[in-house]
């Protein structure tokens, strides 16, 4: 399964940084641009759309009623959007897992909830760990885009009582499927969080 990433994709945006701040002009472009580039570099729905972070996978496969355009919005619904977690879960039996870590602990996103990917996720993270804890208070970790940038203390706060529940405890892997999200996690407990994908490339590396 070869993946192409576009030589022209730096600088692309779902629009979501936009929507969320209530830019609405600047989101309408963008998401139209957005779905504009997925069509072309798909060759017109020919190839699935792998997205890297899962809202930004929410904000182009569910964008808000009116946002695009009535040709892109016919567009969008032939492109397959695809998560990275369900993309990883798709890999799997055409690879080959030398050695499980011993354990792992996941962070479901709030886009991974919406998605309806937080057991795929665990299931993704039990291919690679004989061990996954999901903390009973993993929800949101209050980044919000870049509001743990210009507010770390809401994101501080946010991730508390997850830390609280994992602390004293040590995984081999610390997932989670947005950087950000990611950033938030490891500010939280110390430990690097990374996406299940890249674990699933360094146990599947020949």
């Known amino acids: 399964m070869p993946v192409a990433v576009p030589d022209d994709v730096a600088g692309s945006c779902c629009g979501l940084p936009w929507s969320s701040k209530g830019f609405v002009a600047a989101h309408r472009h963008k998401a139209n641009e957005m779905v504009e580039q997925l069509w072309r570099w ?4 020919r190839l699935p759309v792998v997205v890297d972070a899962a809202s930004c996978t929410g904000a182009i496969a569910d964008p808000a ?68 804890y999901i903390a009973p208070s ?32 040590t995984f081999d892997a610390y997932l989670s499927t947005n950087r ?13 969080y990374e996406s299940p994908l890249i674990l699933l490339e360094r146990l599947t590396r020949a």
């Open 65 to 132: 009623d009116g946002v695009l355009s009535a040709e892109n919005s016919e567009r969008l619904g032939k492109i397959e959007i695809v998560d990275s977690v369900a993309w990883g879960l798709r890999l799997l039996p055409n690879l080959e897992i030398s050695q499980k870590v011993g354990s792992a602990t996941a962070h479901p996103t709030c886009a991974t909830r919406r998605l309806g990917l937080t057991h795929p996720l665990k299931a993704l993270a039990e291919a690679l760990a004989d061990e996954v």
């Open 180 to 192: 950000t999200c990611e950033i938030a996690m490891t500010r939280a407990t110390g430990e690097r």
């Open 42 to 45: 798909s060759g017109e729905g």
């Open 138 to 169: 993993a929800t949101c970790c209050g980044f919000a885009g870049d509001r743990g940038i210009t507010h770390p203390e809401l994101t501080a706060s946010a991730t508390r009582p997850q830390a609280e529940e994992l602390a004293g405890r």
